[in-house]
């Protein structure tokens, strides 16, 4: 079972997200929240699988509420799917940085919320679709300038090319096939990339991948 928390400050979105996601084989939406502070509290006495959490919110955002959660090691299985209005949001890449697993648009199908939410809980993150990577691309140069970081000192040559076409959006499968290896030998080398980043998930490699210059702006 898929437990989830929705933390969105209007009564009437939520309230279709639940009847949405309650009505699905295998989720439950176990709370819900209408600010950041009581997303976060909630995290830490639930431990959701998957928080669907709004940018926009009064008191504590959804932004810092992320960066809350993905600091808090007690919620380290907790994976969080920002939700917007705007596709280039420019507080999304943030929200990847600071721990988010992804991101969706409000209007999206609900077809695509469902399997939104089955991608996240099993590990994956959204970086599938072009649009995260070119926000992505877009934000990226105007966090930081970027540099090669310290920690890709951790890396072997092979997993830093394997960090590099992850930032680019390959998949695994696809990965294999660019670096002549086996889709699991792909897997086995993305999942000690994570490990030895400290990485929650894809979408934050893909952060590192840029913050650290292995990919920029453009190159996608």
């Not at 400290?198 to 996608?220: F, H, K, M, N, T």
Request: glycine residues 8%; hydrophobic residues 45%; negative net charge.
């Amino acid at each position: 079972m898929i437990t989830i928390l929705l933390a969105d400050d209007q009564a009437l979105v939520r309230a279709g997200f639940r009847a949405l996601l309650d009505a699905q084989d295998g989720m439950t939406v176990v709370a819900e929240a209408g600010e950041g502070a009581e997303a976060v509290r909630l995290v830490r006495e639930l431990n959701p699988d998957v928080v669907l959490m709004d940018i926009r919110m009064p008191g504590m955002d959804g932004l810092t509420a992320t960066r809350r959660i993905g600091e808090d090691p007690r919620a380290a299985d907790t994976k969080i799917i920002m939700l917007t209005t705007f596709e280039l949001d420019e507080y999304v890449f943030e929200a990847l940085r600071g721990g988010a697993s992804g991101f969706l648009v409000k209007d999206t199908e609900p077809a695509e919320l469902i399997q939104a939410v089955r991608v996240v809980a099993s590990g994956d993150a959204l970086l599938s679709p072009s649009v995260t990577r070119r926000l992505i691309a877009e934000y990226a140069a105007k966090a930081k300038e970027p540099g090669i970081a310290p920690c890709l000192d951790l890396l072997t040559e092979r997993e830093r090319e394997v960090l590099t076409l992850v930032g680019g959006g390959m998949t695994n499968d696809e990965i294999a096939a660019e670096l002549h290896m086996s889709p699991a030998t792909a897997k086995t080398h993305v999942s000690r990339t994570m490990m030895k980043l400290q990485a929650r998930d894809r979408a934050q490699l893909v952060v590192i991948a840029y913050e650290s210059g292995l990919v920029r702006p453009g190159w996608l």
